[in-house]
Structures are given as structure tokens and as C-alpha cells.
């Protein structure tokens, strides 16, 4: 039976301010494709805002990733119409679009916003390999232009942040009507996973290994905790709010709209280990509250027909930050529960893969941005491959 899977989805962001403004700007994003189908759709985004947005068209074409070849383009419609109106904190899907889609095509699709627009709301990568946006300023959705428009001048936050990112605005997902038995695959979690080192590692390998039988969708938020809600710290902008609500919270609502993942990957307590110190809050949670926090969201997945792996925290001290050694001893503690754990199908232990030999509250050198807290592409691959041997091993059944 044909089913709608996504071959990409983001989670959109809540900045709680106008994060970027478009006038006159094409957006161009080119999304992996790894599924097989003859329709696809997209979900466009305007959560979190209290005004209607206008997109004057939308285009989708394909590119053969062997071949080169690029299909013609062909308009997208939203019940009926080129002209896409969003309503108000609104996130539809389009009317479908007939492609005959392989899984060597990826997706490309361009945005043009000829009015002023400003969104609260986007979708944001590291990485930038399992996808990638440029902007243009001008009508290009009928051209391949050269050149881009400056991030600054269209999201001042996003190109002032230390970590190199991508960002995607009015769009959060592409999917594709399948007849295949296609693996849905989505990784939950915080900055290490949103940033997509880890997750784009893997994604990679297992679109390698299994073409048109596997989708990996991303379901991370930076700065998220599974217990708690976003702290509110004075002066910082949106006061928080693009940490999001609770990972308990927001689980069902970030992985399951649209479609069931079949396996879930959860990676989440670092912030709940560090925020609650760093931001003076009154209560800081115990190791326990932190694990309890994540046994339901693993009662969650496993309501929804999911199996379920848990990963432990990669360390992050010896940077001499007062907040490491107290967090340190909560990381230690939630880590000792879930190896405990008999809830999930598997431990993945993070933990003992990027530790250092001679200092296990150190990740090893070479493996971290420079802030021993996030995994780089040396640590991403490293990650993903110990993934790949616990779930998906070569001499096992396959996917």
C-alpha cells in the first residue's frame, strides 16, 4: 500500500522574534533523497507567527545524483493555487506533485517571496549535507543564478552564531508517496543532534548501504532538555524560546505528524545536565528526574509501534567553566540509569566511544568543535559508525 514518507523534515524553530525577513529573495534548497515514488509533496511552515505569509511561487525539480541530469521544473500548488497564502502559525501540505522519483534524485526546491516577509519561525542546519539552502536576491524559481544574498542581511541572529549554519525558511518537510517497504529512522535530541554531524554521518552510510529502503528524518533541537521547557534567561533573545518546550513534550508532535518513524534514536540530557546551573534556576533536576523524563518518551515511541534505541551522554568537561564539575556528576549519574535500562531496545554507549583514554570527563581531542561539548565531523562519523554496528550490522538481516 502506498504511503506518504518524508524524505526530509527539519524541525521549525520557535525564535519567539522576526529571525529573518525576506523582500525580493529566492530560496533555493537541495534535499537527499533516498525514496522511490511517482508523487511528492512539500510542507510549508509559518508556525509560531501571527500573521498570514505569501510565497509568489513555488518550483520543484530533480537531480540525478549519478547522472547529473536535472528534470524539468514543475510548479507546486496549494489547493489549486501558485500563489502559496499561509495562514497564521500554520503548516500545510501542498497538493500533490506527479514525479517519477528514484532514489539517486534529489530534491531540489525554490522559494521566490517578491513581498516583505518576516518569520518567526525557520529550520536550521550545521552540517549542511543531508541538505542545503542558498538565497538569492531577485526572481530565479525558472533559473540556475550564480551568487548569493549575504545571511546577514536576511537573518542577523543565525549569521552572528559561532557555529556555521544553513537555514530554511516557509518549508519543513518533503515527502514522497512509496510503494516500497520503506524504514523511517528519526534521531531526537538536542544541539548534537539538530547541528546533523551525527546524524547526516549516518545518514549517509545507511542510504549507501540500502537505497530506496531507508529515510532518516531529524528530529534535534539545540539547547532542548527532555524535562524541562526552555529556561527563560534575561536578555536573551526570543528569552529562550528556540530551545523549545520539553523533549517530553514535543516528541509525538516533532516525529509522528505525518508518519510513524519505525526506529527512534534518542539522544537528549546534556542540557538538562547543564541549563538549570548555568541559568540560576531554583530547582536543578537529579539524575533520576532526568531519566524519568526520558522513560516516557520511550513509552511514547513504543505506544506508537516504535522501537527504541538510547544513547548516553558523550562527556563535556575540563574546560574549567564553574557549572562542569556539578553537571559532570549528573551526566555520570544519568548515564549509570540508562545502562541500566531495560525500557529500550539497545543502548547505543556514546559515552564510552568519545571519551578520552586518559581523562573520561574529556572528549577526545580532534573529535569536538573546540567547545568539548559538540561533535565534529571526525566525532560524527565516529558515532555514527558505532550506530551502524549495533542497528544495522553488514553480516545482520539488513534493514
Known amino acids: 500500500m502506498s504511503k506518504w514518507i518524508p524524505a526530509w523534515r527539519s524541525v521549525p524553530i520557535d525564535y519567539n522574534y522576526e529571525v529573518a525577513t525576506f523582500e525580493n529573495i529566492t530560496q533555493n534548497c537541495l534535499m537527499i533523497n533516498n525514496l522511490r515514488g511517482e508523487q511528492m509533496r512539500i510542507r510549508f511552515n509559518n508556525l509560531y507567527s501571527n500573521s498570514p505569509i505569501a510565497i509568489d511561487y513555488v518550483t520543484v525539480s530533480l537531480s540525478n545524483r549519478v547522472t547529473g541530469r536535472?528534470?524539468?521544473?514543475?510548479?507546486?500548488?496549494?489547493?489549486?493555487?501558485e500563489t502559496i497564502w499561509l495562514c497564521a502559525n500554520s503548516q500545510p501540505y501542498s497538493d500533490?506533485?506527479?514525479?517519477?522519483?528514484?532514489?539517486?534524485?534529489?530534491?531540489?526546491?525554490?522559494?521566490?517571496?517578491?513581498?516583505?516577509?518576516?518569520?518567526?519561525?525557520?529550520?536550521?542546519?550545521?552540517?549542511?549535507?543531508?541538505?542545503?539552502?542558498?538565497?538569492?536576491?531577485?526572481?530565479?524559481?525558472?533559473?540556475?543564478?550564480?551568487?548569493?544574498?549575504?545571511?546577514?542581511?536576511?537573518?542577523?541572529?543565525?549569521?552572528?552564531?559561532?557555529?556555521?549554519?544553513?537555514?530554511?525558511?516557509?518549508?519543513?518537510?518533503?515527502?514522497?508517496?512509496?510503494?516500497?517497504?520503506?524504514?523511517?529512522?528519526?534521531?531526537?535530541?538536542?544541539?548534537?543532534?539538530?547541528?546533523?554531524?551525527?546524524?547526516?554521518?549516518?545518514?549517509?552510510?545507511?542510504?549507501?548501504?540500502?537505497?530506496?529502503?531507508?529515510?532518516?528524518?531529524?528530529?534535534?533541537?539545540?539547547?532542548?532538555?527532555?524535562?524541562?521547557?526552555?529556561?527563560?534567561?534575561?536578555?536573551?533573545?526570543?528569552?529562550?524560546?528556540?530551545?523549545?518546550?520539553?523533549?517530553?513534550?514535543?516528541?509525538?508532535?516533532?516525529?509522528?505528524?505525518?508518519?510513524?518513524?519505525?526506529?527512534?534514536?534518542?539522544?537528549?540530557?546534556?542540557?538538562?545536565?547543564?541549563?538549570?546551573?548555568?541559568?540560576?534556576?531554583?530547582?536543578?533536576?537529579?539524575?533520576?528526574?532526568?531519566?524519568?523524563?526520558?522513560?516516557?518518551?520511550?513509552?511514547?515511541?513504543h505506544g506508537q509501534g516504535s522501537k527504541v534505541w538510547v544513547c548516553t551522554i558523550p562527556p563535556f568537561g575540563g574546560f574549567g567553566e564553574f557549572w562542569r564539575p556539578q553537571a559532570e556528576v549528573l551526566r555520570c549519574r544519568y548515564n549509570e540509569l540508562i545502562r541500566s535500562d531495560s525500557l529500550a531496545e539497545g543502548i547505543v554507549d556514546l559515552d564510552a566511544v568519545l571519551r578520552d583514554a586518559d581523562d573520561s570527563h574529556r572528549m577526545q581531542a580532534g573529535m569536538h568543535l573546540g567547545d568539548g561539548v559538540h561533535p565534529n565531523w571526525h566525532g560524527g562519523v565516529k558515532m555514527a559508525r558505532v550506530v551502524l554496528e549495533k542497528l544495522f550490522p553488514l553480516d545482520g538481516p539488513g534493514i
Not at 529556561?231 to 533573545?237: K, V, Y
Request: aromatic share 10%; proline share 6%.
Open 70 to 81: 536535472r528534470s524539468t521544473r514543475q510548479t507546486v500548488t496549494l489547493d489549486g493555487e
Open 96 to 301: 500533490p506533485v506527479p514525479m517519477e522519483i528514484t532514489p539517486e534524485d534529489d530534491i531540489l526546491v525554490s522559494m521566490y517571496f517578491r513581498r516583505k516577509t518576516a518569520f518567526r519561525s525557520v529550520c536550521v542546519t550545521s552540517a549542511a549535507l543531508s541538505w542545503q539552502s542558498t538565497h538569492l536576491t531577485g526572481d530565479f524559481h525558472e533559473t540556475d543564478a550564480l551568487g548569493y544574498t549575504f545571511k546577514s542581511q536576511l537573518a542577523p541572529t543565525l549569521a552572528s552564531d559561532p557555529y556555521p549554519n544553513q537555514f530554511a525558511a516557509g518549508i519543513c518537510e518533503v515527502a514522497v508517496l512509496t510503494d516500497d517497504d520503506v524504514r523511517l529512522i528519526a534521531m531526537f535530541g538536542d544541539s548534537i543532534t539538530h547541528m546533523s554531524y551525527f546524524s547526516d554521518s549516518l545518514l549517509t552510510e545507511l542510504y549507501r548501504r540500502f537505497p530506496g529502503k531507508c529515510s532518516v528524518i531529524n528530529g534535534g533541537i539545540s539547547g532542548n532538555r527532555i524535562q524541562k521547557s526552555h529556561p527563560c534567561p534575561q536578555g536573551f533573545p526570543g528569552e529562550g524560546h528556540q530551545f523549545g518546550i520539553a523533549g517530553k513534550n514535543r516528541f509525538l508532535r516533532d516525529l509522528y505528524d505525518g508518519a510513524s518513524p519505525d526506529v527512534v534514536l534518542i539522544l537528549e540530557g546534556v542540557n538538562d545536565c547543564i541549563h538549570s546551573i548555568v541559568f540560576g534556576e531554583p530547582e536543578i533536576p537529579t539524575a533520576q528526574d532526568i531519566y524519568e523524563a526520558l522513560a516516557e518518551v520511550i513509552g511514547q515511541a
